[in-house]
T-cell receptor, first 114, second 110 residues
């Protein structure tokens, strides 16, 4: 049982380049999330999708776009990467029926923007 | 505004010493709170939630609504407890998203 799978695990970009982080979950969860983790800042929510077909901004959405492709997949796109987007990105999912409040996380994607 | 605060970035203790990781929250409703843990090279995972009133790996946490706190405690720290700990508040009417504190790195020295 894979749980939440993110790709790629590592990526180095130059300023201005674009890329998409992919996330898939196999737990039939309704909600999916993208967080970024920075030292001293904790985890900050970028975007979330409460259910298939909906997406909403989180705390730090600027510079990012998301797509909830289907119930399993939720991708995060950086259209024009900036050094401030150097971070570790985590995808998470929750809620099969009802919402227990527990999030299941992927292993993280470490992105460096030069 | 909904907010979770962990005032300590780093907590360093010796093996066998008591541990208390502090968490304070700001929330207008009746909160549920969680502690998540991230061990080195592992995924972030749920450690415990206040509603279940359980002890996991010797850790407990009590919700104190008067002090708006949810401190994580363990009477005798072990080296394997060294990890990053996050306090988190779920917002159910916004897709169940979690608001996290800044995190506290616990280092247990032998």
């Amino acid at each position: 049982n894979a749980g939440v799978t993110q790709t790629p695990k590592f990526q180095v970009l130059k300023t201005g380049q674009s890329m998409t982080l992919q996330c898939a979950q196999d737990m039939n969860h309704n909600s999916m999330y993208w967080y970024r983790q920075d030292p001293g800042m904790g985890l900050r929510l970028i975007y979330y999708s409460a259910s298939e077909g909906t997406t909403d901004k989180g705390e730090v959405p600027n510079g990012y776009n998301v797509s909830r492709l289907n119930k399993r997949e939720f991708s995060l796109r950086l259209e024009s990467a900036a050094p401030s987007q150097t971070s570790v990105y985590f995808c998470a999912s929750s809620g099969q029926t009802g919402n227990t409040g527990e999030l299941f996380f992927g292993e993280g994607s470490r992105l460096t923007v030069l | 505004a909904q907010r979770v605060t962990q005032p300590e970035k780093l907590l360093s203790v010796f093996k066998g010493a008591p541990v208390e990781l502090k968490c304070n929250y700001s929330y207008s409703g009746s909160p549920e709170l969680f502690w998540y843990v991230q061990y080195s090279r592992q995924r972030l995972q749920l450690l415990l939630r206040h509603i279940s009133r359980e002890s996991i790996k010797g850790f407990t946490a009590d919700l104190n609504k008067g002090e708006t706190s949810f401190h994580l405690k363990k009477p005798f720290a072990q080296e394997e407890d060294s990890a990053m700990y996050y306090c988190a508040l779920p917002i159910y009417n916004q897709g169940g998203k979690l608001i996290f504190g800044q995190g506290t790195e616990l280092s247990v020295k032998p």
